[in-house]
Nanobody, 114 residues
Framework: QVQLVESGGGLVQAGGSLRLSCAAS????????MGWYRQIPGKPRELVAT???????NYADSVKGRFTISRDNAKNTVTLQMNSLKPEDTAVYYC????????WGQGTQVTVSS
């Protein structure tokens, strides 16, 4: 079992920046991929960015060049630096960890005002 606790998020004006962090605990040795997904009410959860234990990253096209994901394997944390935020980035952001199963954090709200 893996537990994920997110921090960060909040309200920011368009063009601003926010930083999301997620700390994993439990069976962290088995984590292969960590990342962030986001969800708007009434829509499916969508990929934002992922990073493997070997630091291979993957980004949604909509955030490339604006968001940066990083991971500290020693501390079992993953961070999402979000710059040049747009109103369409408004969503609940969920931390994700993948072993042989999928784990999710509780979600943190990001609101970008125009």
């Amino acid at each position: 079992q893996v537990q994920l606790v997110e921090s960060g998020g909040g309200l920011v004006q368009a063009g601003g920046s926010l930083r999301l962090s997620c700390a994993a605990s439990g069976s962290t040795f088995s984590i292969r991929v960590m990342g962030w997904y986001r969800q708007i009410p009434g829509k499916p959860r969508e990929l934002v960015a992922t990073i493997s234990s070997g630091d291979i990253t993957n980004y949604a096209d909509s955030v490339k060049g604006r968001f940066t994901i990083s991971r500290d394997n020693a501390k079992n944390t993953v961070t999402l630096q979000m710059n040049s935020l747009k109103p369409e980035d408004t969503a609940v952001y969920y931390c994700h960890a993948r072993t042989s199963a999928y784990y999710w954090g509780q979600g943190t709200q990001v609101t970008v005002s125009s």
